[in-house]
């Protein structure tokens, strides 16, 4: 397929229907679990402020869950576009250089990710309920997350094609815990902050999974693309649902 089928594919009004849909209901699933843990905690609260806390924990909670898909698309985007140039090819007068230099090239994209991630929960969707350790803790997480996929890329899908860039990451996540946070009291820190994340990372992941198997099984995402390419088209749907929530202060309106 040329890069014009692709695109006339993936534009198909059925098909984008059906994903638009589908990441609606997992987001909403996503923050209906968000509120139903935020009311649990709130147990322990007086009547008159519990309301309040539920409130606030909530929308606390979802623009972490926010920050996290943030994350995540923007380290698909770059490894998509990584995929699509050695998919494709950039024309024979570059080929030995990219060769030559992909590594360093996927490094600077991994990089650029990071900045894409700003320029995302600051601009666009603003998250004002995310403080910047908050911001970092997620970062991390969403580095996380992307090591269990391309665990499962390559284990149960049997890919061995991102290898290398799962050593990027690996390097990535033990740097962050290692050369950040050099003190015994600061990594203990790290890592209770990440366990405490951990079902931001589940509900993460689960709203992956289910767009994957709606995608592939519908025929929309097309395996030949790979694993990492279609699914960051299907966290394109997931941010989409995400700026019409958010802009729309629809959550806390319903508060």
């Known amino acids: 397929m040329t890069f014009q089928q692709y695109v006339q594919h993936y534009l198909q009004w059925r098909g984008v229907l059906m994903m638009l849909v589908s990441a609606t209901a997992v987001i909403a699933a996503s923050l209906l679990f968000i509120l139903a843990f935020a009311r649990k905690k709130s147990v322990r609260y007086t009547p008159d402020t519990r309301r309040a806390f539920v409130r606030d924990e909530t929308v606390s909670q979802s623009e972490k869950f926010y920050e996290l898909i943030f994350s995540n698309t923007s380290i698909l985007v770059f490894v998509a576009v990584y995929f699509m140039i050695d998919y494709f090819g950039i024309g024979e007068q570059y080929r030995e250089l990219w060769d030559k230099y992909n590594g360093i090239i996927l490094l600077l994209f991994i990089v650029v990710s990071i900045v894409f991630t700003s320029f995302m929960d600051n601009l666009i969707i603003p998250l004002k309920n995310v403080h910047r350790g908050e911001r970092s803790s997620m970062r991390l997480m969403g580095m996380l997350y992307m090591l269990i996929v391309f665990a499962y890329i390559k284990f149960i899908y049997e890919d061995s094609n991102y290898d290398s860039i799962i050593i990027y990451f690996l390097t990535l996540v033990i740097g962050r815990f290692v050369y950040f946070d050099a003190t015994i009291e600061s990594f203990g820190n790290a890592m209770k902050e990440t366990f405490s994340n951990l079902p931001l990372l589940a509900l993460a992941l689960i709203c992956t999974a289910m767009l994957a198997w709606v995608g592939f099984g519908t025929g929309y995402l097309l395996k030949l693309n790979g694993v990492?390419?279609?699914?960051?088209?299907?966290?394109?749907?997931?941010?989409?649902?995400?700026?019409?929530?958010?802009r729309s202060r629809l959550l806390q309106k319903t508060l």
Request: aromatic fraction near 22%; glycine fraction near 0%.
């Open 228 to 246: 990492v390419f279609n699914l960051f088209i299907a966290h394109v749907y997931l941010l989409l649902v995400i700026f019409i929530v958010h």
